[in-house]
């Protein structure tokens, strides 16, 4: 069981918008950035989202996100088909001193 | 431009011994924090361990599963990060990432360097532990 909490899976159409949330505790999200990871099959990771809402080079701001106390959601608009992939989010937990990560959200564009 | 690159992956027996490397390149190495991420078949992703760079005094955080069989080092001459991987079970099992937290944000117009959780990954190295 994750320490950060996803929902298994979302779908959206084409076109639509799509919030993946992400629950944590106060030793984590609440006092820690969050990160938003994006991953295709058989592929490595890649960063999304840091420091809640900002966004590498080269990703387009139909990707963006947000940070309210022990929670955090991103946000995904225009969806395309290209979209689907599993999403994760991870943070530093001051607690148990480890980085944590949420069990991942499986992205359908229907 | 951020290189990552894993190597050492392969088949082992449990109880048995490998060593994985990644070979950093595109940024200041000695100050970087780096980190290995792991993915067992078809789970998502679980954190491995932490090393943090020179100016942060090298120490090093594992994730409790590994603690105590896994050690972390690196090597700033050859801008290298290992990780030693000891008594292996077959839950070790999975693709190994290598990660550092160095990057860039552009968010502003003008672009400087950040710290942040796992900012670049390599392609990953593939461990499996069986019999």
């Known amino acids: 069981q994750s320490v950060l909490t996803q929902p298994p899976s979302v779908s959206a159409a084409p076109g639509q918008r799509v919030t993946i949330s992400c629950s944590g505790s106060t030793s984590n999200i609440g006092k820690n950035y969050i990160s938003w990871f994006r991953q295709f099959p058989g592929t490595a990771p890649r960063l999304l989202l840091f420091e809640n809402n900002k966004r590498p080079s080269g990703i387009p701001d139909r990707f963006s996100g947000s940070r309210s106390n022990t929670s955090a959601t991103l946000d995904i608009t225009g969806l395309q088909t290209g979209d689907e992939a599993n999403y994760y989010c991870?943070?530093?937990?001051?607690?148990?001193?480890?980085?944590?990560f949420g069990g991942g959200t499986k992205l359908t564009v229907l | 431009e951020v290189q990552l690159v894993e190597s050492g992956g392969g088949l082992v027996k449990p109880g048995g011994s490998l060593r994985l490397s990644c070979s950093a390149s595109g940024f200041t190495f000695r100050n970087a924090w780096m980190s290995w991420v792991r993915q067992a078949p078809g789970r998502g992703l679980e954190w491995v361990g932490l090393i943090r760079g020179r100016a942060d005094g090298g120490t090093v955080d594992y994730a409790a599963p590994v603690k105590g069989r896994f050690i972390m080092s690196r090597d700033d001459s050859t801008n290298t990060v290992y990780l030693q991987m000891n008594s292996l079970k077959s839950e070790d099992t999975g693709v190994y990432y290598c990660?550092?937290?160095?990057?860039?944000?552009?968010?502003?117009?003008?672009?400087?360097?950040?710290?942040?959780?796992?900012?670049?990954w390599g392609q990953g190295a593939l461990v499996t532990v069986s019999s």
């Open positions: 991870g943070s530093w937990d001051n607690s148990l001193r480890v980085v944590v």
């Open positions: 990660t550092t937290n160095v990057g860039e944000d552009c968010t502003s117009g003008t672009c400087y360097i950040v710290s942040s959780l796992a900012f670049h």
